[in-house]
């Protein structure tokens, strides 16, 4: 098989590394590699100074999009489905917001879409969820799925620095962009418990109905009000379903040592799911970062290669989508003091607050 | 395609059930089952007298191997493969000891041997860590992967029952079998370390060269001595690859709650591996129950189903297995005093011993 990639970055340059160090065996080959100019020298013979030399290349049988941002690469890939070729990406946002439309592209041109790079980078979640829902109901998921911000707070947590440092420190190692706003405000686990919820209850959850509610006013005083309690913050996304109702939220959580998440530290992902007959499975591991994103990609294009059956993802469902305010029980904080509610009426009456899971 | 089942107990009945409430789509019968005469009433029409009704049967594609045991398994299984049948099996005893043999007949004839649910229940774990061997150098596998032994544990930890009461408790809820000594003695463990092992290290690691170490000496008073020190006791297997030396062992171990495992409690399992793109992976769900493993099973048929690429496991590297005893620090306990030290010379110079991870 060979392959095109789109994006030579972090990612892209990662799964062009591993393939071209892959056995030759294996059968795969990466023949272009579209970037900006600036990487001609560095790609040789396979630059590609266009995308058409990418998704219309007749030797390409797989397009791996691994740029970021929506527009642009929602225009690569649905290029390169109608030029049936199969398409592996890693990009949260466009997936969240065009799923339907490129699953039902893959389909109508006998190709296949895979986008387990996604949500939790090396993990492999939606693969094991896909497997799921042909024998069993999936009825939640939640979980810690932004590697940046669960560092910020067990930096915060355990060393006790403040926010300000522990997203430096972050910048530093490569976990977290220059703005970092998506990350802290939630934006990004939206993105992410929008595509898993789309595919575990088989309807599109709009992405922008999910209520969220970053960690910007998290401080050290209230982990360590926390941590006097036996618990800790973590910032977690979570959607149930009941019916044709969807309840999801990405919001910090109030959780103690009995809780699977407790101990998943630094950038360190975990995420789990509910279904009819396993029970609770979850998956852990670390959800960002140059090779376990770049292998889930890999592993796309090997899955593309094998003939497993092909899954399409299609918008059978329309839900109600609500979210945890009104029937959860809270940690709030107001003018210092913290405490505990039935409830939230009203967000703005609280300096700040985390669900108790 | 036609399947045939061997045994109708707990998990054969489930996979009966699972299969014959698939859509019509998924196209998957059960054709034929064996069991005892005893059976044959409920089973009616498909109530197979003897294995090779099945293992012969020119309709059955896929022989479905969930009996328990050794010996007769391994005649069955055989004689299925060599009769071109792919196999699926849950048989941690006979794969243990024949995967080599198993996988060698599958390749030979062209069928698929599976044995997902032989570790792990529901837990995805051998068919992730076969994607990741694709790709990944994996030297490090350690995990919670006996649920009747983990609930026993938790059960004293947190409700103060004695070991007697906790494992009587386990058998009335149907996590642990009459003769519970292959889980207390860790027997179980090693059979699933020395399937995990095998696998991801690319040579088989002998089952009965892997130290074990019962938890049949756990105390009420070690949990609480532990409980003050902020630890808890966890009943693990672990194995560590460096060159041609594999540590291994399944022992009781020391952790604080900043590990993953702490969290994993009651029948539940948790196994993580560390691989050289990816850093550490996880995953946590029942090991064991009807329909965890049945669902394990199902999944192995639709795996057969979809024609993708099989996996056979291949004996190419032969280890030196060592144990972690002389090279850890250890919490041991002599005449009621506990105490840590570094390695542990001597096993029968103290009444307890766990190692600190």
Redesign the interface.
Known sequence: MNVGILGCGTIGGGVLN?IDN?PDS?NVKVLKVFDLPSKKEMLGARFAETIDEVCENKDIDIVIEAMGGDKFPYECITKALKNKKSVVTSNKETVSLHMEEFYALAKENGVKFMCEASVGG???IIC?LI??I???EVDRIYGIINGTTNFVLTKMDKEGLSMEDALSEAKRLGFAEFDATADIEGLDMTRKICILSSIAYGGYVPYDQIHHYGISKVTKEILSDLKSKGATLKFVAESKRDGDTVRVSVEPVVIT?????????YE?N?V?YNCS??????????GA?R??T??AM??DV??I?????PYYFENKKSFKVENFLKSSKYYVVKNGESSFVEGINDLSSYDFVARVL
């Open positions: 591993i892959l294996s090396g993990i492999p094991s497997d799921s042909g024998v069993n040592p009995d809780n699977a998440l407790f101990g998943v530290s360190f975990a789990y007959q396993n029970d609770l499975l979850g998956f852990y591991g670390k970062g090779y376990p770049a292998t890999v592993h090997m899955r290669m094998s003939a497993s059956e």
